[in-house]
C-alpha cells in the first residue's frame, strides 16, 4: 500500500470532505480516503498495482476540485 496527501482546492464543507472521500473509495485498490477541509488536503492510502496518482486526480476533479 502507498500512501500519498494532495493538496485539494475548493473544499470548503462537509459534503466536500464526503463527496471527495465517496469517490476516491470507488476506485479499485483505495482503501482509505481522509478528506481535512482546513488544512485543504486528502490523504489516500492505495495498492498501486490497481489505481494510478491519474485516476485519484481525476477522481477528484471529476467532483468539482482542483488537486495543487
Known amino acids: 500500500m502507498e500512501n500519498l496527501v494532495l493538496s485539494v482546492k475548493g473544499m ?3 459534503h466536500c470532505k464526503m463527496a471527495v472521500e465517496k469517490a476516491l ?3 479499485p485498490g483505495v482503501s ?7 488544512a485543504g488536503t486528502v490523504t489516500v492510502s ?4 490497481k489505481t ?3 485516476d485519484i486526480k ?4 471529476e467532483e468539482g476540485y482542483e488537486v495543487v
Not at 482509505?32 to 482546513?38: C, F, G
Not at 481525476?58 to 476533479?61: E, N, V, W
Open 32 to 38: 482509505q480516503a481522509e478528506a481535512d477541509v482546513s
Open 12 to 14: 470548503s464543507c462537509h
Open 46 to 49: 492505495f495498492d498501486a498495482a
Open 52 to 54: 494510478s496518482l491519474a
Open 25 to 27: 473509495l470507488k476506485l
Open 58 to 61: 481525476k477522481a477528484i476533479t
